[in-house]
């Protein structure tokens, strides 16, 4: 005999469960109709080599591919080797005491300091009190502290996952600590370190607020020449072809067009991390 | 009794934050000799096993005093070169660990972190310590398969093999048939038998009959203190305490 009460309260369960899935995937499915509804017809081969013309209602994003790409890889440059240091040093090295919880939770509190924070400090350090003027670099800089909790939170998690027993075996063979370290848990706690690197760098690409005082122009004839250039870059762009143009209704399709653009490149990241994950995975089971 | 001390603890305390774990440990041992500690759950056999490769140091609230001396050295003396004593010192833990690499990448680690790069002279201490471990005949086709293809037993095996490649003088085993079924026990005690005449082994172990095939000589722990130490023979057949008695008899435990 089934419990008939449970049997109802199970079914409700899994029809409140599966609504909520339905719902999440109903809003992604709705932002990607809309978006290639009104973006598809301005794609072209055209749209992504050139840049924009006719006060930026003709022509492409290029210059702004271009800037996000670069921006992007000084983020990568500055917040890789710095979260990863950051983490190995709190997770193998550092003591378990208050200060290093603290420090923990600090950072942890971090990810969540909303960008325009991290974009008007980008202005004081880096713009002004370091003079690298507004460009790529500051840019960059500030996009690589707003990355860094998330790079350093992924890349302690993955350390984390690394069993005790590697570690202890290691040194029960003389290994030095570093040593350990580096042949024997680094190599298994990378591709976990890149994958959440590259999900946070994937964030920095379409952030807004952290460049818009630091280095990003409103239209430039040029591509940034240096690291010490302003450039242009895909999420600012959509802004401003969205609510900044003289004539939003004309731009209407480049704006989507940029918003492809920018999902197809962050989705492009995301899928390099997963195969990134993949292939490293694969490597550590031989 | 004993000849040729090659471990001896003098007044060993060791302590996890407050609490003792080991109180007034005095031992000597022999040797080439395989020395047995057995005692119930918590007891302090595999903290004591851990400190004389000092593995305890990397718990953090780790306190110990006393003395250990190795080979006449004293290992609690904080000049002492840890890298150099584990690599003395060898270590089989529990649960197998073999590394995620091939089983010759696993033998070859201990070499290549001492920087052995000769690939001749790595080649030979594989094939050595797999033969020393008794697996050289199952492997020696698929050197470089993954560690994780082979069983249990085999991989117990190839973590000793793995110990003995640094070529230590003293091998340290806690609990290394635990996980494995009878054959693959049977195997490692009749490897222990064998390895005693090259190296000094010390057995933590949960299983007292094994105590008694294995070891030359036993040592009881309770509650953190070193009740009885004797000959494997002495200790299983006229017990010096009622409750070493109580325990080898399997009355608790």
Known sequence: ?286 | MIKDIVIEAKDFNFYYGDVRALTDVNIKIEKNSVTGIIGPSGCGKSTFLRSLNLMNNLILCAKYEGQIFIEGEDILHKDIDVVELRRKVGMVFQKSNPFPKTIFENVAYGLRINGIKDKDLINQRIEESLKGAALWDEVKDRLHASAFDLSGGQQQRLCIARALAVEPDILLMDEPASALDPTATLKIEELIQVLKSKYTIIIVTHNMQQAARVSDYTAFFMMGKLIEYSKTNLMFTNPEHKITEDYVTGRFG
Request: aromatic share 10%; hydrophobic share 50%; with cysteine.
């Open chain 1, 1 to 286: 005999m089934k419990n008939k009460f449970n049997v109802i309260t199970e079914k409700l369960g899994f029809a409140v469960l599966t609504a909520c899935l339905l719902v999440v995937v109903l809003i992604i499915v709705i932002i990607f109709t809309n978006i290639i509804i009104n973006g598809h017809s301005a794609i072209s081969l055209d749209f992504i080599i050139k840049a924009p013309t006719d006060g930026m209602t003709k022509g492409g994003i290029m210059p702004a591919i271009v800037g996000t790409f670069l921006v992007t890889v000084i983020t990568a440059i500055f917040s890789i080797p710095l979260g990863m240091g950051c983490a190995i040093y709190l997770n193998e090295y550092a003591k378990q005491n208050l200060f290093t919880k603290l420090v923990r939770i600090s950072i942890r509190n971090l990810a969540g300091v909303p960008s325009i924070v991290y974009g008007l400090f980008g202005v004081i350090l880096f713009v002004q009190f370091l003079h690298l003027g507004t460009s790529v670099l500051a840019a960059g800089l500030t996009l690589s502290l707003m990355t860094l909790p998330l790079t350093i939170t992924a890349s302690e998690e993955a350390l984390k996952n690394i069993p005790m027993s590697f570690r202890e075996g290691s040194l029960a063979l003389g290994a030095t600590k570093w040593q350990a370290i580096r042949t024997n848990v680094l190599p298994y706690a990378v591709p976990g370190m890149l994958t959440g690197t590259i999900l946070g760098l994937s964030r920095a690409a379409g952030e807004t607020a952290p460049i818009l005082f630091t280095g990003v122009a409103f239209y430039l004839p040029y591509l940034p020449k240096g690291v010490l250039d302003q450039f242009m870059a895909l999420p600012y762009h959509l802004y401003i072809m969205a609510t900044q143009h003289h004539d939003i209704t004309l731009v209407k399709p480049i704006a989507y067009g940029t918003a492809m653009v920018l999902i197809g490149l962050v989705f492009i990241m995301n899928l390099g991390a997963i195969i990134l994950r993949y292939r490293l995975r694969k490597n550590r089971k031989e």
